[in-house]
């Protein structure tokens, strides 16, 4: 992306007045801002908008009187990370702390309940967007023997062959690479790696790690990358090259 190119943010909830309301204040903030008010027309949109992210309504009314096929936010979720690891901001009523999970199991960044202030939204964006655009502070590339981290390009080789994760996927493996052998405490890896951990329950550490293992290990129900340390939280094997 160039200086002169907007971030583009799509918006996808029922609500009208959310969307101009939110539309609003991240046209003022400077970012590029595409609305629909239903998950099937998001993913069609994302097609032609290439978004750099997405905030996501979970629940979306089923209107039988109506001919347009309704799709739910966490269904909508799901499709998008069949194909993409842009960063998805979740939006629900509930406050249930099982829905964050579930939410941030299929593949969210964060997760925002509403009612929600258009201050703390913008923050919770700029802070996604940190996560999965900046420099980390100590850019060394990390070689293994079976893996490669490149925090410039936010890239992860296994045996040469290219992995793609997300946005928090990759920085919590970078955390855990860069002191192999250290074990992490699942409140550290909170605060590195999610940068702004206030609204994130810890259990999302767990379910992140899961996903990474799909991703990277040979065997995930046996991992030999990413280790669990008991009561305690994680650490990474692997022989530096």
Known sequence: MTRNQKIKI????????????????????GYEVSTVDDGVSGLKRMKSFYPDLIVLDVNFPNDNGSRRQSLDGVEVLRRIRESSTVPVLMLSITTISTMKIMALSIGADDYVSK???LQELSARIESILRRTNQNIPNTQVLRFQRLCLDPGERRVWKDDQPIELTGIEFDILYTLARKPEHVFTRDYLLEHAWKDSSFVVPKAVDVHIGHIRKKIEDHPSSPTFIITVRSVGYRFEDVAL
């Open 115 to 117: 009612p929600f202030d």
């Open 10 to 29: 799509l918006v996808i909830d029922d609500d009208q007045k959310l969307l101009r309301d939110v539309r609003a204040h991240l046209d003022k903030l």
